[in-house]
């Protein structure tokens, strides 16, 4: 069964530094987005992304994030120069719209640590 | 503005009993989905089941069962014969309007199964 795919499955950076999440989304899908889940809390919605650019975003995706395809496989998230509170699991997810159910298929998350 | 509450922070389970994880939400859009995701301690978001808005019947999969009580505004899931695997956090979360937007997570309840 197609799935989600996300490296790394952990990450550890100094406060300042940029780090690049990496997804493969499901072959055939045609959104993409980012969540993030900091340590014990509920999952948080990043960014969304159809035909090449963003279609949504929240107030947590200010201008330390972007997000590229940069082919036609992979999806990134990049931040710029993290901070200690940047640190989370940080889930892709991918999705057909029109397809029955609609349902977001998760990654397995990439751990960031910022120290 | 759309809203998910999971009021059980909580729950035990006995083994092969069944369960209930209560998921009530807020919305003025006509159109919308419910979904539920497990969320074992490994970390992986891992889809279980899906209500839309406009289904007629309680969705089912499996183990899994959703009592959708669309007056109410409840979406609760239902696991039957509950094993120790079943042990994990899981999240209540909806979309609502457009598919392709971004989904809205309840705060999760944690499952633990006693053998």
């Known amino acids: 069964e197609p799935e989600v795919t996300q490296t790394p499955s952990h990450q550890v950076t100094q406060m300042g530094q940029e780090v690049i999440l990496r997804c493969v989304p499901i072959?055939?899908?045609?959104?993409f987005y980012w969540y993030r889940q900091i340590l014990g809390q509920k999952v948080e919605f990043l960014v969304s992304?159809?035909?090449?650019?963003?279609?949504?975003k929240s107030e947590i995706f200010d201008d330390q994030f972007s997000v590229e395809r940069p082919d036609g496989s992979n999806f990134t998230l990049k931040i710029r120069s993290t901070k200690l509170e940047d640190s989370a699991m940080y889930f892709c997810?991918?999705?057909?719209?029109?397809?029955?159910?609609?349902?977001?298929?998760f990654g397995p998350g990439t751990r960031l640590l910022v120290l | 503005a759309q809203k998910i509450t999971q009021t059980q922070p909580g729950m035990f389970v006995q083994e092969k009993e069944a369960v209930t994880l209560d998921c009530t939400y807020d919305?003025?859009?006509?159109?919308?989905?419910l979904f539920w995701y497990k969320q074992p301690s490994s970390g992986e978001m891992i889809f279980l089941i899906y209500?839309?808005?406009?289904?007629?019947q309680n969705a089912t999969e499996g183990r899994y069962s959703l009592n959708f009580q669309k007056a109410r505004k409840s979406a609760n899931l239902v696991i039957s014969a509950s094993q120790l695997g079943d042990s994990a956090m899981y999240f209540c979360?909806?979309?609502?309007?457009?598919?392709?937007?971004?989904?809205?997570f309840g705060t999760g309840t944690s499952l633990t199964v006693i053998p």
């Open positions: 979360a909806m979309r609502a309007r457009a598919p392709g937007n971004q989904f809205y």
């Open positions: 919305t003025s859009d006509p159109s919308y989905g």
């Open positions: 997810a991918s999705s057909i719209p029109g397809q029955g159910k609609e349902t977001q298929y």
């Open positions: 209500q839309g808005s406009y289904d007629q």
């Open positions: 992304f159809y035909n090449n650019e963003i279609s949504e």
């Open positions: 072959s055939n899908h045609l959104y």
